[in-house]
Nanobody, 123 residues
Framework: VQLQASGGGLEQAGGSLRLSCAAS????????MGWFRQAPGKEREFVAA????????DYTDSVKGRFAIPRDNAKNTLYLQMNSLSPDDTAVYYC?????????????????WGQGTLVTVSS
């Protein structure tokens, strides 16, 4: 199983970025997917998740209304659309996958992880 995250970079506050997570080695459409992030000196935290079918999503409070987590099962790709970025969003962002009837917000429930992509937001 391989999850390849990309799309990070340097962006100004108020700007937008779209992260991608390309999956291989698994039946992507069977897996719930999540994005987590880890800021310098902090623990990894839940950002967003989506069910295997795409019919349900959830977000941490700090990104609600700014981020979206669409997926394209035909392309085996997960996305994280990030709008109205703030310096507090600066972190390494990881995509992750797990099986189940519903998605989890707990990182330990995810057996498969991407390598992370760095997002830096300047003020």
């Amino acid at each position: 199983v391989q999850l390849q995250a990309s799309g990070g970079g340097l962006e100004q506050a108020g700007g937008s970025l779209r992260l991608s997570c390309a999956a291989s080695g698994l039946t992507f459409s069977n897996y719930n997917m999540g994005w987590f992030r880890q800021a310098p000196g902090k623990e990894r935290e839940f950002v967003a998740a989506i069910t295997w079918s795409g019919d349900s999503t959830d977000y941490t409070d700090s990104v609600k209304g700014r981020f979206a987590i669409p997926r394209d099962n035909a392309k085996n790709t997960l996305y994280l659309q990030m709008n109205s970025l703030s310096p507090d969003d600066t972190a390494v962002y990881y995509c992750a996958a797990h099986l189940g009837s519903v998605f989890s917000k707990v990182s330990s429930k995810y057996p498969y992880w991407g390598q992370g992509t760095l997002v830096t937001v300047s003020s």
